[in-house]
């Protein structure tokens, strides 16, 4: 167990639908990553933030949107949803916020069904 | 253009035939390198971290290795409870992680 948490676990939906996803990082952790991982395919990075601001983005479409709270708790938010949206949806957090060199840990994702 | 190459892409082993997987690199500013396992289907596990050349770190049946180009992973006499991919990644100038594709590895009994 990582200490990263993920929910929902699974997620069905309909084309055009808007989902949010939600991810609580590990105690004292400040960073929170989002991954995209479609079938049989590499981990793609979407976004990144740091004690509430937006520190980098990697290849998130426009539909999607992420935001980090107070309490540093996650959510990303995925609309206008498409068939190519279904993946597993990873969330990683790590201590530092990109000045040091920490490692990752990784919840254990939601998948997400888009039909 | 900053990338990491991880081969094989799959490498199937009898259980206890030592091998090693491949993750090679062209980064500028390298800040550190990642090895991660991924079960099918659950969150990559952080197995190493690797900083500079010549180092190297080992946990069970597994020692990771790193030159200036590239990382070792190197696996002994495996076990069929290490069939996972193992992913490698490469943290740039701006610690921001560049990721491999992974190996897919299957341990036969």
């Given at each position: 167990?990582?200490?990263?948490?993920q929910?929902?676990?699974h997620?069905?939906?309909?084309t055009?639908?808007?989902?949010t996803?939600?991810?609580?990082?590990?105690?004292?952790?400040?960073s929170?990553?989002?991954?995209?991982?479609s079938l049989d395919?590499?981990?793609?990075f979407l976004?990144?933030?740091?004690?509430?601001?937006?520190r980098a983005?990697?290849?998130?479409?426009e539909r999607?949107?992420?935001?980090q709270?107070?309490?540093?708790?996650?959510?990303?938010?995925?609309?206008?949803?498409?068939?190519?949206?279904?993946?597993?949806?990873?969330?990683?957090?790590s201590?530092?916020?990109?000045?040091?060199?920490?490692e990752?840990?990784?919840?254990?994702?939601?998948?997400?069904?888009?039909? | 253009e900053?990338?990491?190459?991880?081969?094989?892409?799959?490498?199937r082993?009898?259980?206890?035939?030592s091998?090693?997987?491949?993750?090679?690199y062209?980064v500028?500013?390298?800040?550190?390198?990642?090895?991660y396992?991924?079960d099918?289907?659950?969150?990559?596990?952080?197995?190493?971290?690797?900083?500079s050349?010549?180092?190297?770190?080992e946990?069970e049946?597994?020692k990771?290795?790193?030159?200036?180009k590239?990382?070792?992973?190197?696996i002994?006499?495996?076990?069929?409870e290490?069939?996972?991919?193992?992913?490698?990644?490469?943290s740039?100038?701006?610690?921001?992680?560049?990721w491999?594709?992974?190996?897919?590895?299957?341990?036969?009994?």
């Open positions: 167990d990582s200490g990263v948490t929910t929902p676990k997620l069905i939906t309909a055009g639908q808007r989902v996803l939600r991810c609580s990082p590990r105690s004292g952790d400040l929170v990553y989002w991954y995209q991982q395919q590499g981990l793609q976004i990144h933030y740091y004690n509430g601001e937006e983005k990697g290849n998130i479409l999607f949107s992420a935001q709270f107070p309490d540093l708790h996650s959510e990303l938010n995925l609309s206008s949803l498409e068939l190519g949206d279904s993946a597993l949806y990873f969330c990683a957090s201590a530092s916020g990109g000045l040091v060199l920490n990752q840990f990784f919840g254990p994702g939601t998948r997400l069904t888009v039909l | 900053d990338q990491v190459t991880q081969s094989p892409e799959a490498l082993l009898q259980e206890g035939e091998s090693s997987l491949n993750c090679s062209t500028s500013g390298l800040r550190g390198l990642f090895w396992r991924q099918p289907g659950k969150g990559p596990e952080f197995l190493f971290t690797l900083y050349a010549g180092e190297e770190k946990k049946r597994l990771a290795t790193l030159t200036k590239e990382s070792f992973l190197h002994t006499a495996p076990k069929p290490d069939s996972a991919t193992y992913l490698c990644a490469v740039d100038s701006n610690y921001q992680l560049i491999g594709a992974g190996t897919k590895l299957i341990i036969k009994p």
